[in-house]
């Protein structure tokens, strides 16, 4: 690892798309981080409010900063404030920071600015983009398969042309022969980019990703061109929705809420691949009221995947938070009606409980305009 100076905090942004497991990753730095006794700050990002990649972040005791209502590049200015935040009150060693799935243009509109403009503060570390690697081998056209439309695409592929790092995640989902067939498509068509392979879930090489991140200082060899245009119709596809429920047990019983929002999601996806939409990442959280620091969790991927659970609660409740953002292709009221419609029927399945929505918005991402954005190195 490398050696930090005092007078600077290291940032490290972590990209890729939505669903590539930026959130299980950020988390498993995290921990390593902790584990060799530096501090780490989080900052996340999301165009809407009550992220569940926050929720996640608390419930493992990290301190958090949420960004929400625009990329970071579009809010520049509250990143540098997020990160002044944390370090006001923990002083972190290392500042862990996850743009939105459906941004890019992240070298010229943050890293650079940051290095040009705080460069005093902050040593930045080479930009990381994750990819799940099923939908790595459909987008660059070497398997079949349910895809993203062209533009939606378009975002996808420019994330992967900034990338000083292309990280394949989720090697377990692969053979070794596709895990090759990839690895080899991406050196070919990124060459400026280094590729490793590694499961966050599982452990498998993180620490290599990990000392690889935290030895070098981000430097592109070019900066590329973006076509805005493309770029904002990209995400316009794209329809988000967030959404704070309380669920409540009306008997005074303890349920399961392990089970609880594993239906809900295998109820979303089945509605959701009936009307032919692709989900670029379904995720949930459930956590009880008497414990903040316990909590489930269940992300859906893609619409031909099943829900994977992966934060368990320990103890049945009677009374928690359940947090739900979903991202798919599909308009917001589409979205939102799939939404009301599935929990009126796991609910409806689950004598004894009831649900109270704290919020609930749907939109489409407006047009990317940065704050900052270097046109040269």
Known sequence: MSTIPDSKSRYIMIGGFLGAGKTTSIQAFARYLDGKGLKVGLITNDQGMGLVDTALGRANRF???????????????????AAANLSESTRPDVFLAEPV???????ATVNLPLQQIYGDDFAVSPLSVLIDPIRALRVLGLEEGKRLSPNVCYIYEKQLEEAEIIVIN????????????????LLERFPSASVIGMSARDEENTETWFETV?????????????????????????????????????????????????????????????????????KMTLTPESDPYEIAAVNLVRSDDRP????RLTE??????????????????????????????????????AFQTVHMECFRPGKPVPVHRLTRL
């Open 316 to 353: 049945p409740l009677e009374e928690g938070d359940l947090s739900l953002n979903m991202r798919a292709e599909a308009s917001p009221e589409v979205l939102e009606a799939a939404t009301r419609a599935a929990l009126s029927d796991s609910f409806g399945e689950q004598s004894g409980l």
């Open 101 to 107: 799935g459906s941004c890019t243009d992240l070298m």
């Open 63 to 81: 301190p958090v900063e949420e960004i929400a209502g625009g990329c970071f590049c579009c809010r520049f200015d509250s990143l540098v404030d």
């Open 170 to 185: 989720k090697v377990d989902l692969l053979e070794k022969d596709r895990f090759e067939i990839l690895r080899r498509a």
């Open 214 to 282: 935290l030895a070098t200082e981000s430097n592109p060899l070019r900066l590329m061109e973006v076509d805005y245009a493309k770029y904002g119709e990209g995400e316009a596809l794209l329809g988000w929705l967030n959404a704070g429920l309380r669920v409540t047990s009306t008997d005074d019983e303890e349920f399961d809420g392990n089970e609880l929002i594993r239906m809900l999601a295998s109820r979303l996806r089945e509605l959701l691949a009936a009307e032919d939409i692709e989900v670029a990442h379904l």
């Open 308 to 311: 994977h659970q992966s934060h």
